[in-house]
């Protein structure tokens, strides 16, 4: 397939290789409140930060058109700055409205010790058969009654609520993430009730500790259709799901359920319906719509820091920062640079070197 010439790119790549670890989601995972929801296509809070000091973002709006599970929001709002997120699976959207929400503190412990007190009963529930394999039955009664009851709790408290069950649900079932697919991996696992509640009480400590006068806005939305208005967006810090054969619908089938109101809207290419060089076509068709939505929405001279990462077919390696750098500048960005945080070679039958495969930063200028 035929990008154009993406090798005067290749004069902007920038090693930061020292940033790497930030790439990645592994840093929030002792982070309190970030660390509310795994999400291990995220990247780090410092990473967010150091771009909100390189673009120069003191106050404004920030923009993540996929918010994942609200690192890039939650970030802002600690530095004192707006931000807007979105995405289409409403397990990120609730994991990022939880973490960023300012919460009645009292509210929430008094709606604690009603819902621990309640007794339990029997009650009939759509939860999907095919994911019924990955609880024990007892754990899954309990965890349906006790969504019952969160269901029910005032608006202002639910999205707590909801998130602390639903990270109780999946350290209490044996569900275990094996790249694209669900793996059953059977071990003891202790009573519902007090694992809840230990995850409630844990969640409220860390929870009033949390500081920042940022307002965020998450929704559930599709990058290729933001409902901003144009010249609004100081900054867009964000990563696109990257160019390969993973359909996170089924990868959060879980908690997508618990979250959920329905079924996700995928963006076709986004989530593995599509393989191969068609797979490819649409992914980029996607891309060039996401960023035509971005320039629209930012105001000029506005930055957007975008992580990706190139991809490996049988027959090639596809660079989509180089082509990311090139689509933006035919959209009417500037590329100012393509900041190199991760590098590892691409193998061929796992022993043979056929290239190299980059995560980066596109940082593009309107």
């Not at 920038?14 to 790497?20: A, I, R, S, T, V």
């Not at 269901?151 to 639903?166: I, K, N, Q, T």
């Not at 933001?226 to 959060?252: G, H, M, R």
Request: proline share 4%.
């Amino acid at each position: 397939m035929d990008h154009g010439n993406t090798e005067k790119y290749e004069r902007i790549l920038k090693d930061k290789l020292e940033w790497g670890k930030l790439a990645t989601f592994v840093p929030n995972k002792d982070t309190p409140v970030y660390n509310w929801f795994f999400y291990k296509e995220g990247f780090a809070r410092e990473l967010v930060l150091k771009c909100l000091e390189s673009f120069g973002i003191k106050k404004g709006l920030v923009l993540d058109p996929f918010c994942g599970s609200g690192t890039t929001l939650l970030a802002c709002k600690e530095a004192g700055i707006d931000s807007v997120g979105l995405d289409v699976l409403p397990m990120s959207v609730l994991a990022a409205r939880a973490k960023t929400t300012d919460y009645d503190w009292e509210k929430v412990r008094e709606t604690a010790k009603k819902l621990l007190k309640r007794k339990f009963k029997f009650v009939q529930s759509d939860f999907p058969g095919n994911l019924r394999r990955f609880f024990q039955k007892h754990t899954l009664d309990d965890v349906l009654f006790f969504k019952g009851e969160v269901d029910a709790l005032p608006e202002d408290v639910r999205d707590f609520f909801m998130l602390a069950l639903v990270r109780t649900t999946m350290k209490a079932s044996w569900a275990y993430k094996d790249g694209s697919v669900l793996k059953v991996r059977k071990h003891p696992v202790p009573p519902f009730r007090h694992f809840f509640r230990r995850m409630i009480y844990r969640m409220i400590k860390e929870g009033e500790s949390k500081k920042g006068k940022g307002k965020a806005n998450a929704s559930i939305g599709d990058a290729r259709n933001i409902w901003l208005e144009s010249n609004k967006v100081d900054a867009v810090i964000t990563s696109p799901p990257y160019l390969n054969i993973i359909d996170y619908t089924k990868v959060y089938a879980i908690e997508n359920w618990f979250a959920g109101k329905g079924k996700p809207t995928p963006l076709r290419s986004y989530f593995g319906f599509s393989e191969g060089k068609e797979g490819e076509k649409k992914y980029f068709e996607d891309m060039g719509t996401v960023l035509k939505e971005m320039h629209r929405v930012m105001k000029k001279g506005a930055m957007a820091g975008i992580v990706v990462g190139n991809a490996y077919f049988p027959d090639r390696v596809v660079e989509v920062d180089l082509i990311l750098a090139g689509m933006g500048e035919n959209i009417g960005f500037k590329a100012k640079e393509i900041i190199v945080l991760n590098k590892r070679p691409a193998l061929e039958g796992r022993t043979r070197k056929v290239g190299t495969l980059r995560e980066s930063m596109v940082v593009l200028q309107k």
